[in-house]
Structure formats: C-alpha cells, structure tokens
C-alpha cells in the first residue's frame, strides 16, 4: 500500500508565495519521479514541475522563475515553493510520484488527492 499526501494550499494575494508539500509512504521501494500537476476549471490536467531522484528539474514555461521544486529523498518527499502568484496560476495542485512498490519491478504513477490554490485579490 502507498500513500501520496499533499499540503498547504489555499487563498493567495496577486504577487504572494505559498507552498506545497507532498509525502510519499508505504511499500516504496524507489521513487523515481515526483512532480507537480495543476487543473484549472475547465481545463485539462497539466504538468507543471517535476524533479528526479538525481536532482534534475524540468518546468512549464510559464512558472520559470516564480515556482521551485525542491526534494528530499531520504523522505520522500517534494516540496513546491511558488512565489510571485498570478490568477492564473489558480487550479488544483495535485503531487504525482512515480515509483517502484516494494517486491516488484514495476513503475506505478500514483497521485496526491489534489489542493486547491486560488490567487485572488
């Protein structure tokens, strides 16, 4: 069994910072990527960020610059800072890991339950 959990989130002035947090657990034998996705209403999911487990990074055109992610490995965990948040950056932020169960060989994606950002004045 493995667990993906985010947190923080929520309500953001224009020009504000928030951050994310998002813990893998379980039967986890390596986690190869963790990454960020966002689905704004209406709008199809997306890839915003992610990182791999050397510490290379790829992001969305339009957060370079203003998100960072960040990640333990001893914890598992990914870490999402956002700074200088724009309207648009308004969606559910949902934490993807892919890994390796443990006593297996194969890849699973698994999924945070998703947080919602919302920046507005």
């Known amino acids: 069994q493995v667990h993906v959990v985010e947190s923080g989130g929520g309500l953001v002035q224009p020009g504000g910072s928030l951050s994310l947090s998002c813990a893998a657990s379980?039967?986890?034998?390596?986690?190869?990527?963790m990454g960020w996705y966002r689905q704004a209403p209406g709008a199809q999911r997306e890839l915003v960020t992610d990182i791999d487990s050397g510490g290379s990074t790829n992001y969305e055109d339009s957060v370079k610059g203003r998100l960072t992610i960040s990640r333990d490995n001893a914890k598992n965990t990914v870490y999402l800072q956002m700074n200088s948040l724009k309207p648009e950056d308004t969606a559910v932020y949902y934490c993807?890991?892919?890994?390796?169960?443990?006593?297996?060989?194969?890849?699973?994606?698994?999924w945070g339950q998703g947080t919602l950002v919302t920046v507005s004045s």
């Open positions: 993807n890991a892919k890994l390796v169960v443990a006593t297996t060989t194969v890849t699973y994606d698994y």
């Open positions: 379980g039967s986890i034998f390596s986690i190869y990527v």
